[in-house]
């Protein structure tokens, strides 16, 4: 939405200053690296969480043979979605294993066009 609106180029590191032609408001734009890297460590969190649970899910069908692969796996789908890591995260069954698998093709251009990629 906002990049059809504001170029995401002046949202570096030096301020820069935009005037809407349609009600004269003034905004002054500037990419603020803490809230970047704040924002790189909650969706670390997030994944680490997943993680744990695909652990959990694994170890549960190696222990109980009749435990359903199908159920976990859709329970880990939910989990990743209530987490809004699915535009980037896919979760896939193999065998009676969870693996999870992540875009970094979607991953770069989700966050590089929100201006919140800390390097």
């Known amino acids: 939405m906002w990049g059809q609106f504001i170029?995401?180029?002046?949202f570096?590191?030096?301020?820069?200053?935009?005037?809407?032609?349609?009600?004269g408001v003034r905004y002054i734009l500037r990419r603020n690296p803490v809230r970047a890297?704040?924002?790189a460590e909650v969706r670390q969190?997030?994944?680490a969480s997943l993680k744990k649970h695909v652990?959990?899910?694994?170890?549960?069908?190696?222990?109980h043979l009749r435990a359903k692969a199908e159920v976990r796996l859709r329970r880990a789908e939910q989990q990743c979605k209530m987490?809004?890591?699915s535009s980037w995260v896919s979760l896939q069954l193999v065998g009676r294993s969870l693996q999870i698998s992540m875009d970094e093709v979607a991953f770069y251009?989700?966050?590089?066009?929100?201006?919140?990629?800390s390097t």
């Open 7 to 10: 170029q995401m180029e002046l």
């Open 12 to 23: 570096a590191t030096e301020v820069a200053e935009v005037k809407s032609l349609k009600d």
């Open 37 to 39: 890297a704040e924002m």
């Open 45 to 47: 969190s997030k994944v």
């Open 55 to 63: 652990e959990k899910a694994n170890c549960d069908l190696t222990e």
């Open 83 to 85: 987490l809004k890591l």
């Open 109 to 117: 251009a989700m966050f590089s066009r929100l201006g919140s990629i």
